[in-house]
């Protein structure tokens, strides 16, 4: 998978068009943690609560997201000869990282990959693009 995106301006002020955009770096990362702890259940008494059974008590912190970076290569066929891609996206002088929640409702179907195409397609720059399915990356 891989977009096509009508037109870009490159970091070095070069304006292309009809460029295609693959996701090159994803990292994906699942911090949850989730703790455990013994509770008892009382119920008031006469003058003393009375213990009536134990429960588990359960909770997680923490969410699964995936970090990625974009090169952008001239055209599919400069991507599928092996060229190298004219440039890796970048913010001022860094390169770019995106990141996505695959825990939010219309990523966490998604696999990682797929979620994260699904996720550039909605941001500014990228949102006329469209989807090249016969890149296979």
């Known amino acids: ?7 870009i301006t ?8 009809n460029v295609m955009a693959v ?4 990292n994906v990362s699942n911090n949850v943690s ?3 702890r013994l509770d008892v259940v009382s119920s008031p008494g ?3 609560a009375i213990n009536e ?3 588990i008590v359960t909770t997680s912190h923490g969410g699964k997201n995936a970090s990625f ?3 952008v290569f001239m055209n ?7 060229k190298p891609p004219i440039e890796q996206l970048k913010e001022g002088r860094s390169t770019k990282v995106f990141s996505v929640n695959l825990l939010a409702d219309e990523y966490k179907e998604l696999e990682a990959r797929t979620a994260a195409y699904s996720y550039l397609a909605k941001q500014a720059g990228f949102l006329d693009s469209l989807h090249i399915e016969s890149v296979a990356v």
């Open 34 to 36: 989730a703790s455990e």
């Open 69 to 71: 970076m974009v090169s």
């Open 1 to 7: 998978m891989a977009l096509l995106i009508p037109s």
């Open 53 to 55: 059974h134990y429960q």
């Open 23 to 26: 996701i090159s770096d994803l």
């Open 76 to 82: 599919e066929q400069a991507f599928n000869d092996g």
């Open 10 to 17: 490159l970091s070095s002020g070069i304006e292309l068009t």
């Open 46 to 48: 006469e003058g003393d």
